[in-house]
């Protein structure tokens, strides 16, 4: 939500007379300094969280890759043993042919 130009004036009138032009300025400085505490926080949260979650991540990825890794190893053995297979039989039917 953004505020216009309108708004702000609007604010700052209603400001202006509640609390009289004498506390305005010191208002202003502790909203201020509120805002920046908070943004402070808000970013020191974020950057706890990504690095909390970054490692997370990481051995979730590293995790992945070796499933990956032995299903792919699985699937290559599995052919080779079939390749085998079929050129021990090839090998065997013209030996027996040759006889």
Avoid: C, H
């Avoid at 309108?6 to 506390?23: H, N, Y």
């Avoid at 690095?51 to 499933?67: H, L, S």
């Amino acid at each position: 939500m953004k505020l216009g130009t309108t708004e702000l004036i609007l604010i700052l009138v209603v400001a202006l007379v509640v609390f009289g032009p004498s506390k305005l300025p010191e208002l202003g400085k502790l909203a201020g300094q509120a805002v920046g505490s908070f943004k402070k926080y808000v970013n020191s949260f974020e950057g706890e969280w990504k690095e909390d979650a970054g490692p997370v991540r990481t051995e979730q990825a590293v995790k992945k890759t070796a499933e990956t890794q032995a299903a792919m190893t699985e699937e290559t053995a599995s052919q080779m043993k079939s390749e085998n297979r079929e050129q021990a039989e090839g090998i065997r039917i013209s030996n027996e042919a040759a006889v």
